[in-house]
């Protein structure tokens, strides 16, 4: 058998930490981009403590949705990218925007 | 009125309109291609308009269901709802390619007789196949009906004959970009551009044939559905995007194409597959439940890459901006395209849940403040451009007269269109628990959930949210006609990017 | 200049080599699993039955082994009476499936849970226990279709399908095709689904 649907007592908490994994994940991304900009190290821990509650929702949601096998992988792999990609982006932001001397004329030959 | 008053008022009217047009034609602060663009706007904007009001009429058929029964049943106002909304779309999509073509190729637009030839071809197609909705209906069960009236599939209902006709029309948008760019210079945004309409108009050809068997009709149909709205749609709003970023906030092209790049690999990446989500139910195999809650998770990835380059961008960067309605519009789509696509997306996606959740308002509540957020606002926002450069490049900062027009009309726009996603979030729940769970999905649970409060209140609050959409989008329309007449201050101008 | 060129990770070419190999290989993918999906939705194939499948009983159990509902082929049991060839049922169908899109019924009803919302999902119409007997349904069905407007079963919702100039031809279709439909292995939707004659 490859799903176990939710039970019918369950589905606001399905909903619920669903809608939580993806407010917490972009919350997460903000705080850890902002604590990068503005250098402050309460931010930092204002964003783990955001990852945290993230890996609880998705505890919470793994659970109420009979996740066993194939799908446990997946919310590890979900606890993990998310927690991975705002940093993985942050660098590739300050990769491709180092200063560039070059004048590049608007409308002009690239590629 | 006799009949000669009547022809004389036609033909007032006709040298009216002919004159008007060939006033704007003289407009000396737009290109050919920029005329071309505010031709599909202003069709986009009337579209938008038939969209507004044929949702209210069925929406009100929720509440009074002898309302305009077997004049304008549920079906036809549903279906020109959404057609409506699909059409202007692509207009606004075409318009503003047609916008920034000269401007990113560097040569006038090879062709562009034949583009504003398919321009009246495409509109003439579209109010005939209006029409024929609205006063023919509906058909025997048979191919003519199919050809001629109605091919009865969600979302793409034209019939047959119309469908060859708009990708003809495609194809002739598709020369004329392929072809200016081959002239001029080709770029990033240009090679993105042109693949990626390849793919818009073959997909389209997928919902272009008839089958008996329905569980292979919707698996192509699905082809259509999915991979323009979560694919194909969401490129060509990337590369809008990305000149907008240059012209508008003056980044540098090789930052824009970079993550013009990026974005193609994400969306892509977990979009196509993504498809999966659609085929839990429909007899296909079981492994797309597998394929599909996987993708499914990946697809809000973009989103928060999208955060965190805000930030970023936000931090290191002071940007300056020439035209405030446009910038607002473009923050609505951030966060309308994160609640909509992202949040909306996720909560019903994966199998263990959607098997209660499938083919009840909860797609309607996601529907509707995901392509409001994801395509609505960034349409709006091209809009707003394109008023600025034809009343002259004027100023469209603060203190603009009038300015409380655009913000009024945002605010009800957007507001409107969340509290119709909320009402209607609870109407799916309620129908999720009711009719799916414990009546297990029979005709008298379904309908155990429509008798509801829960339900019935939903649809009450969803009608009254919805003629605030629709009193911000008729403030829109009156706001973009108006705005910037008479303005006399420049532009502010944008200098590249400093650093 | 060295230092101020992006790393090759984050250059222009990388990325762009990237998003080619990701559609590219989506794509590939996405081919390959149609032709495994179309092979086994063809009808005939393991999940969707031959349209001759209107000459069969057909029901919607809970399947232990499988944890969800499974639609049951039965005996002999055709329609109107008349057992049809292959060829025969294929015509019926497709008549069916033409009129219900030439009636537009997708903007109102769902048909394997997608269309609108207006009107009750059709994917198990058959076996709905609305036509409250096997003996009464087909002819239920058929007045329905044929009038519906006097025939309304609105459930107290006030909600009634307008007349669509259903022929007697066209209507039996229609019956023939939700009757096929119901045979088509769903992976379980709906869930929790009582169809008609499975109470004993």
Redesign the interface.
Known sequence: ?LI??VALSDFFLSFFSAALIILLAALYAALFAWSKIAGRRSLGIAAWVTYFALLVCVALFSYVNHFSGYWLALSLLMALGYGWMPRFIW??CA??H????HHHQPGGHHD | MTATTFQDKAAACWSGCKQRHAEFMANPHLSGGQKLAVHYFTVAMVLFMAQLLFGLL?GL??LF??FL??IL????N??VHINAMVVWMLYGFIGSVYWFLEDESGVEIVGLKWGQLAFWVLTGAVTLVVLVYLFI???????T??WL??????YI?APRWADIGIVVVVLTFFYNVAATFAKGQWS?IAG?LVLDLVALAGLYLAGMF?V????????W?WWVIHLWVEATWEVLVGCIMAWSLMKLLGVRR?IV??WL??E??LM??SG??G?GHH???????????S?GGFFSALEPIPLVAMVVHSVYDSGVHRFKNSNHPALAWIIAHTFGNFLGAGVWGFMHTL?QIN??T????W??SHGHLAFFGAYATINIAFFYLAAQQARGNVWMGGDLANGWRWKAAAILLNLGVLGMTVALLIAGYEQSFIE?????????G???A??HPWFMQAMVWRMVFGLMTAAGGGLLFWDLVEIGKGEQRPAAVIASQAE | ?TE????R????TF??K??IW??GG??V??VV??F???A????GGP??PA?SVINKDIGYRFDKS???YQPVIGDDAPLFGKSLSEEEA?KL????????????????H?????????A??LT??WL???WIAKESREQMMLNFLLDPEKNA????????M??????QQ?AE?IVA?LKW?AS???????????ALGAED
């Open positions: 058998m176990e649907p660098r590739l990769a491709t180092q200063p560039d001397h | 069925a058929q929720f269901p002898s029964y077997e049943d549920f079906n036809v549903r279906m209906q509906f058909g025997a069960g048979n191919d009906s199919l009236i109605n091919e009865g599939r969600e209902e990033g993105v008839y008996t068997n329905i569980s292979v009709d919707q698996y149909w090789q194409q970079t790049y990026i193609v690999a892509f990446g196509i597959l498809l085929y839990f139910w429909i007899g296909t195999p079981e492994y797309w439940f394929i199998p098997l209660y499938h083919g009840t308002q797609s309607a799916r769970a414990v009546e297990g999905s029979t005709w008298a379904y309908f155990a429509q008798n | 200049m101020q060129i992006p790393p990770w984050a250059s222009e990325w762009k990237t998003a990701v559609t989506s794509f993918l996405l699993l149609t495994d999906s179309l086994k939705i063809s009808a999940r969707v349209y499988k944890q969800r294929e169908v497709d008549l069916g499936k033409k009129t219900v899109q030439a009636k537009n019924c997708m903007n109102c769902t048909l394997l849970g997608n269309g609108a919302y207006y009750p999902d198990k119409a709905d226990q609305g079963r609105t459930f107290g919702s006030n909600r009634k307008p007349n669509l100039e259903i022929t066209e279709g095709f439909m088509i292995d769903t992976n379980g939707f709906p869930h929790n689904f009582r």
